[in-house]
């Protein structure tokens, strides 16, 4: 039980960590006007939750949802926000600026993220500073992040490979992720994550079909 309880918290904080860089994003911005909508789920584990859900006593994974915004400004600059949900976690709203410095064969770009996550009834408030870099396909994402509770303050850092599939008749671009997680709180446990993201131009959504 207690085994249980250390390894929910140490995920909840993981959880908190990797989402405001923009789980679903590389070194590429929109151009300026253009805006981008789009959903998001993955799934977090390490080694004692698969050993435990072997024998039938614990879940393997824990999930979540993101529903994300995304609007591209002036000098390679792009603004985002996204509201997560999960089994295990509160509802959550976060924000990013995103700065592309370089623009050529190999994309770099720099990104902070704020969150403010609402778990038990304690506001948890996160700064997230990242680096991604990579192609229009494939992309690295390293990132620190500060979580601060009225309790509890911890750091944890997050790096992410993903790639950018774009579905060029239909507009959509899908982006699978792979990422492995370490908190300072625990640092002998290794946490991996596996995700997808769907994304396309918000006048490109339609409910009703045209």
Known sequence: MIKRASLLS???????????????QGPDVLPQGQESAGIGLSWMTNIISLEDSSSGSEDAFFADGSIMLRR??????????????????????????????????????????VSYWSIDGRGWV?????????????????????IRSPVRVTNTQDLLL???????????????FVGIHRSDAARDNV????????????DKWSIVGR
């Not at 500073?129 to 500060?146: C, R, Y």
């Open 126 to 146: 996160g700064y997230h500073p990242s680096l991604l870099t990579g192609t229009d396909k494939l992309f690295v994402v390293a990132q620190h992040n500060h």
């Open 191 to 202: 946490y991996y994550s596996l995700g997808f993201g769907f994304k396309q131009p918000i």
């Open 10 to 24: 140490v995920c909840i904080i993981l959880l908190i960590s990797c989402y405001p860089m923009g789980t679903f």
């Open 72 to 113: 591209g400004f002036a000098h390679n600059t792009e603004i985002g926000f996204k509201l997560t949900r999960g089994s295990n976690i509160g509802l959550a709203l976060m924000s990013d600026v995103k700065w592309q410095f370089l623009n050529g064969p190999v994309n770099v770009a720099v990104d902070l993220g």
């Open 162 to 176: 993903g790639r950018h599939i774009k579905q060029e008749k239909s507009v959509y671009t899908l982006t699978p």
